[in-house]
């Protein structure tokens, strides 16, 4: 058993042939999905996908590069959203330097928001970040001091020290297709050492295809080669993988039934 933790099944890619690419992933031997929104105009399309879906589930949230087109959402959309029963995370949120499609002060703003609403709801918050370690831990170190929230870092490629303060605050580390790279070996090296009870497995689908997909459109079946290649790494049977990331994706997202 294996979830995606982290795809995009309306985007461009996926949606084209979303009941496709669902029968391939679950022959794949996935057996949940978290479908993820990065813009207010995807919540309700996001959303009646997961409630046709019975293995799907939804979040609500902005990313960051679309942070000011959103400037102005307050936490009461984000709450209202999350009301239904199938949105079960916050996000995906958080800073993106290295396009910097938006205002960073904005950004950060946005990212506060969304981390009072994970704090209200108890719903997981999760946190892109890209070229902005320093600023993502110092706003999740303060924020965590105000009342503690449970989140993660998807799509996982900072660092090994951003790794380790991650995991003090009490955060779970998502790793993609990224691992399998030949190029990331710092990034290896760290998916070898995750504590077994903080690590799940994503695609963010469509993008970044693992080895041996690269150059394809990512898709959500494609997790089993992330968690084959990660199970590797870590010394352990792929099937051993697919329960503890499986059992922690349940423990994370506790909204979540199958």
Known sequence: MLIDSHCHLEYKG???????????ARAAGISGFLNISTR????DQVIATA??????????????????AHADLGEAALISASEHP???????????????????????????????????????LIVHTRDAEEDTAAILADEMGKGAFPALIHCFTASADFAGQMLALGLTISLSGIVTFKN????????AEIPEDRLL????????????????????????????????LRGVEMEALGEVTTRNFFQ???KAHL
């Open 14 to 24: 996926l949606v084209e042939d979303q009941l496709g690419v669902l029968s391939r």
């Open 40 to 43: 207010q105009r995807e919540w």
């Open 51 to 68: 409630a046709r879906e019975s293995d799907v589930w939804a979040s609500v949230g902005i990313h960051p590069h679309e942070a000011d």
């Open 86 to 124: 199938k949105v079960i995370a916050i996000g995906e949120t958080g800073l993106d330097y290295y396009y910097e499609h938006s205002e960073r002060a904005t950004q950060q703003a946005l990212f506060r928001t969304h981390i009072q609403v994970a704090r209200e709801t108890g719903l997981p």
């Open 184 to 191: 990331a070996k710092d990034l290896q090296a760290i998916a």
């Open 201 to 232: 497995i994503e695609t963010d689908a469509p993008f970044l295809a693992p080895i041996p997909h690269r150059g394809q459109v990512c898709e959500p079946g494609f997790t089993a080669d992330t968690a084959r290649f990660v199970a590797g």
């Open 252 to 254: 994370l997202f506790s």
